[in-house]
């Protein structure tokens, strides 16, 4: 099982990106998927989770607003689209998979992708 995350990269504060996650050796449709990510001399937090069904969407507070998960069933794929991107929204960003439909905090998720670095400048 593999979780892929790509979609990274360096992007002015203002900017966007939008990052991809692809999923592969088994589908995901039963399971929460989130994204999370870790700056530099911190703890891994998350950022975006979503529900099995889709219908769930949960934000941290500092980026309520500016980035929206979504997920495409027939690609077993998740996005995060970050908009008004800011210099502290700089971490390596990781896509992970629930044990359940849902995923609230990190001791939720069993699956793991290798990160991706996104750097915004100021």
């Known amino acids: 099982v593999q979780l892929q995350a790509s979609g990274g990269g360096l992007v002015q504060a203002g900017g966007s990106l939008r990052l991809s996650c692809a999923a592969s050796?088994?589908?995901?449709?039963?399971?929460?998927m989130g994204w999370f990510r870790q700056a530099p001399g911190k703890e891994r937090e998350l950022v975006a989770a979503?529900?099995?069904?889709?219908?769930?969407?949960n934000y941290a507070d500092s980026v309520k607003g500016r980035f929206t998960i979504s997920r495409d069933y027939s690609k077993n794929a998740v996005y995060l689209q970050m908009d008004s991107l800011k210099p502290e929204d700089t971490a390596v960003y990781y896509c992970?998979?629930?044990?359940?439909?849902?995923?609230?905090?990190?001791?939720?998720?069993?699956?793991w992708g290798q990160g991706t670095q996104v750097t915004v400048s100021s």
């Open positions: 992970a998979a629930a044990r359940g439909v849902v995923g609230g905090n990190r001791n939720q998720y069993n699956y």
């Open positions: 050796g088994r589908r995901f449709s039963n399971n929460g």
């Open positions: 979503i529900s099995w069904k889709g219908g769930i969407t």
